[in-house]
């Protein structure tokens, strides 16, 4: 500050000048007091923002070594005062940002311009005991006394980092059930949902698992887990895992327990194993309805993973959707089945037969190739009815449904219309008389003696034949005149087959 006084003053020989001249010298004094004492009350109250604030308030030099710490600084990174004065900044900064640090350093230095300078950015800070920090940061540079100085106002924001990555992890959550509520209406089969749900399950970002896993569904007959759905597995495993008993390997016992199993190695709990496997870890996860069990859900996951809570808990949320996914197909598959199946045998009936019957037509004219109906009609089996009872009577064709079956091929039908009447399409023969060997062949085996109990039954089958193309083109034309030549069987002796000829209408008649 300088002191400007009155020449006049100041060279004055009289007492008024010295006193006028004591009088200027007393009031510049006082309010270069004033001026260092407002200067003083600003330095303080910096030092006090400095020191309280929660933020990281931190300056170096030009050299990047730390000039200013307070104690916002110590809480974010550790380190006290004493500690880090003196030294460089780079030692908080992680590895993979310290040469972009530098970078700008110099370049601040020789330009003068950075485009972080008066901005906000956010970048990961390194603490004392090695962890990183999530950090919001602003920077500013002066000079003083010809030196350039930096100082970073630094704002710990794992909160709310740890806010935005849970309401990303929900939002990623939400978006996968209602993809698995979407797939639960696709006119699909139930193997292809539990595909699409898995191919879900997989891509959730957020989630530590790999891209490999599968689904079991429960086998109701023989308590058996059987694989059903599978993405990314050795060919080991689906040979080894194709059917799992209730209690073996993890998949096995969280089926067993009825809860989500979790492992983070290979262990002893491991029952599937083979030469080569690679360290992982597993989430097992029981498909449940209330406590009815209907399949379970498995994930891998690099090995050495920690459970995560979350992780646990979405994946239940999972299994808890493809629950209901599960249980509409199934019972839509339960309905369908009765709609086109014969209650007492589980055979297909008329309309079903009908339907596979169109497709096979359709695919001979096509490729020019034989098809044979056959329609049976059970010798006796009235008699039976009437003098053992419904009971045996229902035994009967049962039994007589499955020696027919084990005749043929796995690519024909066999349906039963109702009463003691089934049907038969033979597609692909390669001649009429194929279908007259299999019609004997049946025979054979209807004649043999069934037993039930103390109960002896002896019947016999009459077989009408057509074929296509020779006796029609169409399938009612095909299944009625294989009618009609059975009841031409039925008036000549019965217990034979017979194929369709021209005439035999009026027989019928």
Known sequence: ????????????????????????????????????????????????????????????????????????????????????????????????????????????????????????????????????IPLEISIATWFQKGNRYYAAVMRDITARKKSEIGNERVQQSRVAISSLLKIALEPISLKDQLEKALDVILSVPWLSIQSKGSIFLLDEKTDELVLTAHRGLAPHLLTACARLPMGYCLCGRAAQERKLIF???????????????????????????????????????????????????????????????????????????????????????????????????????????????????????????????????????IAASSRIKACLRDSDVIARLGGDEF??????????????????????????PFYFAIHECNIGSSIGISVLPVDGNSPDELLKKADIAMYEVKNHGRNDYRFYEQGMEEVKK
């Open 1 to 132: 500050m300088r002191i400007y006084f009155d020449n006049k003053a100041m060279t004055a020989k009289t007492p008024e000048g010295i006193e006028e001249f004591s009088q200027k010298l007393v009031e510049a004094y006082t309010r270069l007091e004033i001026r260092n004492q407002k200067l003083q009350e600003s330095m303080d109250l910096s030092h006090a923002v400095t020191h309280t604030a929660h933020d990281a308030i931190i300056s170096v030099n030009e050299k990047g070594i730390v000039t200013r710490w307070n104690k916002g600084a110590t809480v974010i990174f550790g380190y006290t005062e004493n500690e880090i004065i003196d030294k460089p900044l780079v030692n908080l900064i992680p590895e993979k940002y310290q040469q972009h640090y530098l970078d700008g350093l110099e370049q601040v230095n020789t330009t003068g311009r950075n485009k972080y300078i008066g901005s906000v950015l956010e970048m990961d800070g390194l603490h004392k005991d090695g962890r990183e």
């Open 423 to 448: 049907t038969i399409s033979l597609p692909f023969i390669s001649n009429m008389e194929d279908a007259g060997l299999v019609a004997k062949k049946i025979i054979s085996e209807l004649q043999k």
């Open 263 to 397: 492992s983070a190695h290979l262990d002893h709990r491991h029952d599937v194993t083979f030469e080569g496997i690679k360290p992982h870890g597993h989430y097992c996860v029981p498909v449940m309805i209330n406590d009815k069990l209907l399949g379970v859900v498995n994930s891998y996951i690099p090995d050495g993973h920690e459970r995560d809570p979350e992780e646990t808990e979405f994946l239940q949320a999972m299994a808890n959707t493809m629950a209901g996914l599960i249980e509409r197909k199934q019972i839509e598959q339960k309905l369908e089945h009765i709609a086109h199946h014969d209650p007492l045998t589980g055979l297909p009936n008329r309309l079903l037969f009908m339907e596979h019957l169109t497709k096979q037509v359709a695919r001979s004219r096509r490729e020019k190739t034989f098809l044979a109906v056959l329609f049976i009609d059970l010798d006796k089996f009235k008699k039976v009815n009437d003098t053992m009872g419904h009971d045996v009577g229902d035994m009967l064709l």
